[in-house]
């Protein structure tokens, strides 16, 4: 299937929304937005969860600086998609897994704390803000995929723009 090139545009980082979805470093990657604490107190702070690569579903600081991303251009969005048939799992990678949970749809990312321990955060996919991590490992999806839509036809593909595996 092939995707119109109209369907994307680029964008900095500061103009990408929480919940936005866009290429990084040849990856693609979900804009999330948490609670950060410093000296000054808490702010919020824009994160990425990768997709794609050896570091799927890890955690990073969002890039600061000008640099331009392609994203999805107006009247285009995305939306996730299991196969038909494929039932939840509750073993594997948490990371990078989309699970159902009471307050909507939520994708988890990894960050490795100061002992190397890989700390859990869960971000809505609508607006991506961040949640509690789910603890029912029974509803998570461990390969699911990223689909192109246009905003008024929100759950009808017009193509797949990538497939997400966090095992």
């Known amino acids: 299937m ?3 090139a109209q369907a994307f545009t680029e964008k900095t980082v500061g103009e990408l929304k929480p919940g936005s979805l866009f290429l990084f470093r040849q990856q693609w990657a979900f804009m999330g937005e948490r609670q950060a604490q410093d000296l000054e107190g808490e702010r919020k702070e824009k994160v990425l969860v990768l997709l794609q690569g050896e570091h799927a579903g890890s955690i990073v600081r969002a890039p600061e600086g000008v640099s331009n991303y392609l994203t999805f251009a107006e ?3 995305w939306f996730a998609a299991i196969e038909p048939g ?3 799992k509750a073993d594997g990678q948490f990371p990078g897994s989309l699970v159902i949970s009471p307050g909507g749809l939520v994708i988890v ?3 490795k704390d100061h002992w190397g321990d890989i700390d859990h955060f869960a971000f809505l996919l ?3 803000e961040q949640v509690q ?3 029912d490992r029974f509803k998570r999806f461990l390969n699911w995929s990223v ?3 246009h905003t008024e036809r929100p759950y009808i593909s017009l193509g797949r723009i990538l497939d997400v ?3």
Do not use: M, N, W
């Open 147 to 149: 689909e192109l839509c």
């Open 133 to 135: 991590p789910p603890t």
């Open 2 to 4: 092939l995707i119109a």
């Open 109 to 111: 990312g990894g960050e």
């Open 126 to 128: 609508k607006g991506g």
């Open 165 to 167: 595996a966090a095992s």
């Open 86 to 88: 494929v039932l939840p």
């Open 75 to 77: 009247p285009f969005g």
